[in-house]
């Protein structure tokens, strides 16, 4: 299985900063030692033309050169700096390799990636560019060339969204786009406190277990499956669920957010839908709890990346 990093591109965050900057780099390491089966690649740069896609002009260069307005990049939470730009490319990139790989294979992740709060024209909640909506935009154009000729229905690309924050800016910015599919479970107390619309919006209670979670994940599957056909799943198993994590509010365990992965994958496989993953958020209060969550996605998607090869020719 393919999975791509770009933990060598460190942000010199003061002190004490509320982002776990080392999560990224200590899950390779894990991965290296634990499932030396899955292939780790560094994560290329998304180019100016495929951020395009979705971000503005203006906003894409002034990330570029660093001129962003002091208020909007106190939104982002992250200082300027060159290392800071490349890494937004990179995660970026890192998503767009997993879904290329994703459709060929059936599936891959990426280490980071999952940032969701970042709109067409800003960034926001730690996010500078939209690495999932970029994604699903070039997956679509490449998706449109490739078919030999013809008129040919788009790529239906559904985002499945379990980090426990509302994914507001995928939801607006494929607000009116019919061939794009929103799903998100997020706290309703929770960040950010002015939610987008989505397609399929499931505010949890501060609180929310693995059984009441489990089961707000089943309905909205169902309800997914009875609205939409994608022929692409993006996931985001955000690790910020978990009852340890600090920037969470609900109280999964380590048990009810494998169910979770285990039951998002095995929805996708079930269909035979190719499913890139993103890890997105995780703010454990101790930083073990959020790398063993992550540990344990990756664990249940070797396990289907092995289904999908054994059913390949």
Known sequence: MHAYYADHFVLP???GHRFPMAKYRLLRDRLAQQLPQVQLQVAPPASDDELALVHTPGYVQAIAGGTLPAAAQREIGFPW???MAERAR???GATIAACRAALAQGLAGSLAGGTH???????????????IAVAARL???EWQRGCSAGVVPPLRVAVIDLDVHQGNGTAHIFRC???VFTLSLHGARNYPFLKEVGDLDVELPDGCADDEYLQALEQALDTLEQRFAPGLVLYLAGADPHVGDRLGRL????DGLEARDRRVFDWAWQRRLPLAFTMAGGY??????TLQAQMNTWRVAQQYHARWQNVRP
Do not use: I, W
């Open 177 to 179: 786009d019919a061939s």
């Open 251 to 254: 109280a999964l365990s380590h």
């Open 81 to 83: 700096t060159e290392v």
């Open 139 to 141: 997956m679509q154009a």
């Open 90 to 92: 990179r995660s970026v």
């Open 284 to 289: 454990g209060r101790d930083l073990a709890d």
């Open 117 to 131: 709060h970042a709109y067409a024209d800003k960034g926001s909640g730690f996010c500078v560019f939209n690495d």
């Open 13 to 15: 965050l003061p002190e």
